[in-house]
T-cell receptor, first 115, second 114 residues
């Protein structure tokens, strides 16, 4: 079984400041790691994912996350946030494809970007 | 728009009534998933289909819940004898078989049981 812990439920941050959202997971098997973003009253959109290879993954809108196997972490960072980054962010893990891509999500971190 | 489509987007129902949600996945996606998300929580897996076969059901899916995907395309999620605790957003997602574990979510169906 897998579990995901997002240590911060809310993160207020000023525009153009950096932000880090923490995610730790536990699993007895190899996992794939994801960050999803949910804007108000919308479904989830994939932000980025780690499947294999380089432990640093980037999204097209400036977010990056680093997989740290020894610390079982997959923290999400952005060096300079915009007002439009206000949303809820979910970290998720999935076991091997044979398990049907089932995702286990963390509780979410709500990011509020202030002008 | 060729994304995952869910209907209705919002449903208010009285306790004890039955409700049904429909999900149309992305065309040619073999796998279809249902998740439930309550306020302030992350989504929780309910069940998934590969084509028309329901391959896994969560223990969260009580006997009052039933999901179908009769022709391997759209799916329905029915909740019988709704309870206030069923109030949540029901998310549908789909993926092709070889997607690198990426699944694509719809915008969800909000259920409020009064």
């Amino acid at each position: 079984a897998q579990s995901v812990t997002q240590l911060d439920s809310q993160v207020p941050v000023f525009e153009e400041a950096p932000v880090e959202l923490r995610c730790n997971y536990s699993s007895s098997v190899s996992v794939y790691l994801f960050w999803y973003v949910q804007y108000p009253n919308q479904g989830l959109q994939l932000l980025l994912k780690y499947l294999s290879g380089s432990t640093l993954v980037e999204s097209i809108n400036g977010f990056e996350a680093e997989f740290n196997k020894s610390q079982t972490s997959f923290h999400l960072r952005k060096p300079s946030v915009h007002i439009s980054d206000t949303a809820e962010y979910f970290c998720a893990v999935s076991p091997s494809p044979a398990a049907g891509n089932k995702l286990t999500f963390g509780g979410g971190t709500r990011v509020l970007v202030k002008p | 728009d060729t994304g995952v489509s869910q209907d209705p987007r919002h449903k208010i129902t009285k306790r004890g009534q039955n409700v049904t949600f429909r999900c149309d996945p992305i065309s040619e996606h073999n796998r279809l998933y249902w998740y439930r998300q309550t306020l302030g929580q992350g989504p929780e897996f309910l069940t998934y289909f590969q084509n028309e076969a329901q391959l896994e059901k969560s223990r969260l899916l009580s006997d009052r819940f039933s999901a179908e995907r009769p022709k391997g395309s759209f799916s329905t999620l029915e909740i019988q004898r709704t309870e206030q605790g069923d109030s949540a957003m029901y998310l549908c997602a789909s993926s092709p078989l070889n997607s690198g574990n990426t699944i694509y979510f719809g915008e969800g169906s909000w259920l409020t049981v009064v």
